[in-house]
C-alpha cells in the first residue's frame, strides 16, 4: 500500500460514509425525530466514521495503541459491549465463546480492534446467525475462532487477487495482523486467528 492507494481508498470510504448518512436523511420524515430504526443507522454512520479516522491515522502515521494486557473477564466484556451495536445494524447476533480463554491474560486494545473489524467483515455472511466466535489460549498462543463457511476476506489472503478490496477496512486488517504476527487459516467451518504467546528464554511470558 502506497500513499495513492491510501488516499483513493480513504476518499472511497468517506464517499460512501456520506452516501449513508443521505440514505437516513431520505428515508426520514424531515417534520419527525427519527424512529429507532434510523438512529441505529445514524449512530453506526458516526462510529464507522471515527473508526475510518483512526484506521486512516494508523496507517499514515504509524500510530499503534500501547499494548497492554487484560483479564479475559475484561477483555470479552470489552469486546462484547463493541460487538452489540455493529450485530443489531447487521441484525445477526454475535455469540462469543469461552472455549478455554482464561488461562492467560489478553492483549489489548489492538487485538480488540482487529477482533471487532474482522467480525464486521464477517457478519454480512452470517446473518441472520448468530455468529459463533470461539475464544481460547493456551501454549500455541491465543486464537479466536469465527465458525462461518464465509470465504476468508481478499485482504488477509497471503496473495491477495487483482480484484481484492481496497479500502481502509482492508488495508487495516492486514496491516495490523502483521504487527500482532497472526496467522489466519480458513478450514473446516471456521477462520482460525492465532496470535503467539511471548517467549523469553524458552518460557511463556505473560504477566
Same mark, same amino acid.
Given at each position: 500500500m502506497?500513499?495513492? @492507494?491510501?488516499?483513493?481508498?480513504?476518499?472511497?470510504?468517506?464517499?460512501?460514509?456520506?452516501?449513508?448518512?443521505?440514505?437516513?436523511l431520505?428515508?426520514?420524515?424531515?417534520?419527525?425525530?427519527?424512529?429507532?430504526?434510523?438512529r441505529?443507522?445514524?449512530?453506526?454512520?458516526?462510529?464507522? !466514521?471515527?473508526?475510518?479516522?483512526?484506521?486512516?491515522?494508523?496507517?499514515?502515521?504509524?500510530?499503534?495503541?500501547?499494548?497492554?494486557?487484560?483479564?479475559?473477564?475484561?477483555?470479552?466484556?470489552?469486546?462484547?459491549? #463493541?460487538?452489540?451495536p455493529?450485530?443489531?445494524l447487521? #441484525?445477526?447476533?454475535?455469540?462469543?465463546v469461552?472455549?478455554?480463554?482464561?488461562?492467560?491474560?489478553?492483549?489489548?486494545?489492538?487485538?480488540?480492534?482487529?477482533?471487532?473489524?474482522?467480525?464486521?467483515?464477517l457478519?454480512p455472511?452470517?446473518?441472520?446467525?448468530?455468529?459463533?466466535l @470461539?475464544?481460547?489460549?493456551? @501454549?500455541?498462543?491465543? @486464537?479466536?475462532?469465527?465458525?462461518?463457511?464465509?470465504?476468508?476476506?481478499?485482504?488477509l489472503?497471503?496473495?491477495?487477487?487483482a480484484d481484492?478490496? #481496497?479500502?481502509?477496512?482492508?488495508?487495516?486488517?492486514?496491516?495490523?495482523?502483521d504487527?500482532?504476527?497472526?496467522?489466519?487459516?480458513?478450514?473446516?467451518?471456521?477462520? #482460525?486467528?492465532?496470535?503467539?504467546?511471548?517467549?523469553?528464554d !524458552?518460557?511463556?511470558?505473560v504477566?
Amino acid at each position: 500500500m502506497d500513499t495513492e @492507494e491510501l488516499w483513493r481508498a480513504a476518499l472511497h470510504d468517506f464517499n460512501n460514509l456520506m452516501a449513508g448518512l443521505q440514505g437516513v436523511l431520505d428515508l426520514s420524515d424531515p417534520g419527525l425525530p427519527l424512529d429507532s430504526r434510523n438512529r441505529l443507522r445514524l449512530g453506526s454512520i458516526l462510529e464507522d !466514521g471515527k473508526t475510518l479516522v483512526a484506521m486512516a491515522r494508523a496507517l499514515a502515521l504509524s500510530r499503534i495503541p500501547d499494548a497492554g494486557l487484560a483479564a479475559w473477564g475484561e477483555w470479552e466484556a470489552g469486546l462484547r459491549h #463493541r460487538l452489540v451495536p455493529v450485530a443489531d445494524l447487521f #441484525r445477526c447476533p454475535v455469540d462469543l465463546v469461552d472455549a478455554g480463554a482464561a488461562t492467560y491474560p489478553w492483549p489489548a486494545p489492538l487485538f480488540q480492534d482487529w477482533a471487532l473489524a474482522f467480525t464486521r467483515q464477517l457478519l454480512p455472511w452470517a446473518v441472520p446467525g448468530p455468529l459463533r466466535l @470461539e475464544a481460547e489460549v493456551g @501454549e500455541n498462543g491465543w @486464537e479466536l475462532r469465527w465458525i462461518t463457511d464465509a470465504p476468508l476476506p481478499s485482504a488477509l489472503q497471503l496473495s491477495p487477487p487483482a480484484d481484492a478490496l #481496497r479500502n481502509l477496512p482492508s488495508f487495516w486488517l492486514r496491516s495490523m495482523a502483521d504487527q500482532l504476527r497472526l496467522t489466519v487459516k480458513a478450514e473446516g467451518g471456521a477462520i #482460525r486467528i492465532r496470535m503467539p504467546l511471548p517467549v523469553v528464554d !524458552g518460557q511463556i511470558r505473560v504477566s
